[in-house]
């Protein structure tokens, strides 16, 4: 019977590859706390997220490794955490200190839902364990507020703003600061001093991502802003259809002016399903957005269906990704979220990011 040693161990787990930094689990240093009792074995495997998208599969293949490596092993257990990798910016770590990864999502045009994107994918990234905030920066059209269900107005705490909370995600927006009435007539320069406020003069504290819904559109504004906030990446929105995939394209090209490096496309509003009968229906055609991001050269994050319960679900303040009824769009916006944050993952191991905090999973 081949003997269980820790060398062993190790060796048998090298065959493990991490799928997206296409090296293996004990040459990245994702093996932790690696234990033998007896014929029982006990280790973690540390994610770079815990919103990784195969974190299931990788433990799976862990097991399945130790047991083809040693036939008599008894109880393998395997516990799953979290080092979220951070984007290092000396321009973040003056304004943000505390947040690791800074996110724009973004859309060329209005009306293709990105803030329903946006609120979904921070209130996704909180529910897989991560430390989320959320910036609405759509200075002329704040509807985060709404969208997450939130009311009141942040309390100030030794000179700085605190975010108010919902979904376990913070949350700042001029909406929380004026009159809902109140039209917001800023020129550009304005609405980019607001957002750098939310910034430097927020309490965020110690945060894994912070989103940003940035106002749709690639004019000076947006290029403003983009330019103002210290962004690991962006994430861009479009439906299928040929207006909007050209919209992204210019979106994409304004982030390539500023050296923003783009995550990924999400296709919104990809097929119609009824709320009656089930059937699919490509209202707005399909395909489009997975088609702009192979041109562009960018991965395809993923699809979102177009139904009524999503409608809902921004009008009642409760993200889709919280409704057990709609089960298919939030299996849809979760494994975007996943996929943005594999994106975010191999971006920073590229640069070499490190330092986190450990974050158990279930």
């Not at 859309?107 to 839902?113: D, Q, R, T, Y």
Request: glycine fraction near 10%; charge should be negative; proline fraction near 5%.
């Amino acid at each position: 019977m081949k003997q269980l040693t820790r060398d062993g161990v190790l060796e048998a787990l090298r065959s493990v590859q991490d799928p997206d930094l296409h090296r293996d689990i004990v040459t990245l240093g994702f093996v932790k706390d690696l234990e033998i009792d007896g014929s029982d074995l006990r280790f973690a495997i540390e994610l770079t997220t815990p919103a990784c998208p195969v974190r299931d599969e990788m433990k799976e293949a862990s097991v399945r490794a130790i047991r083809e490596a040693f036939p008599a092993v008894g109880n393998v257990s395997v516990t799953l955490t979290s080092r979220v990798s951070q984007h290092v910016s000396q321009q973040k770590e003056g304004l943000l200190p505390g947040v690791k990864n800074t996110i724009a999502v973004a859309s060329g045009k209005g009306g293709v839902g990105k803030s329903t994107v946006a609120v979904n994918l921070a209130v996704s990234l909180a529910r897989d364990g991560a430390a989320v905030g959320l910036v609405d920066a759509d200075i002329y059209g704040p509807s985060i507020p709404m969208m997450m269900g939130i009311t009141g107005r942040p309390q100030l705490k030794g000179g700085r703003l605190l975010p108010l909370e919902k979904w376990n995600v913070k949350v700042m927006s001029i909406g929380l600061l004026i009159d809902p009435m109140q039209a917001v007539i800023w020129r550009g320069p304005m609405a980019s001093g607001a957002i750098r406020q939310f910034m430097s003069d927020v309490e965020w504290g110690a945060l894994d991502y912070l989103v940003f819904d940035l106002p749709p559109g690639t004019g000076d504004i947006q290029l403003t802003l983009v330019q103002s906030i210290p962004l690991t990446g962006a994430v861009i929105v479009t439906t299928p259809q040929d207006i909007s995939l050209a919209d992204a394209r210019k979106g994409y090209v304004m982030f390539q002016k500023v050296n923003v490096p783009v995550l990924g496309i999400v296709e919104n509003m990809s097929y119609y399903i009824c709320s009656h009968c089930g059937q699919r229906d490509e209202i707005f055609s399909h395909g489009g957005g997975r088609k702009a991001a192979e041109e562009l050269g960018v991965p395809f994050l993923g699809d979102i269906p177009l139904t009524t319960t999503i409608r809902q679900s921004g009008d009642e303040g409760r993200p889709i990704v919280l409704d057990a009824r709609a089960k298919e769009q939030s299996e849809s916006i979760t494994r975007i979220a996943r996929n943005m944050a594999a994106q975010i993952s191999i971006r920073n191991a590229t640069d070499h990011g490190t330092s986190a905090v450990d974050i158990k999973l279930e």
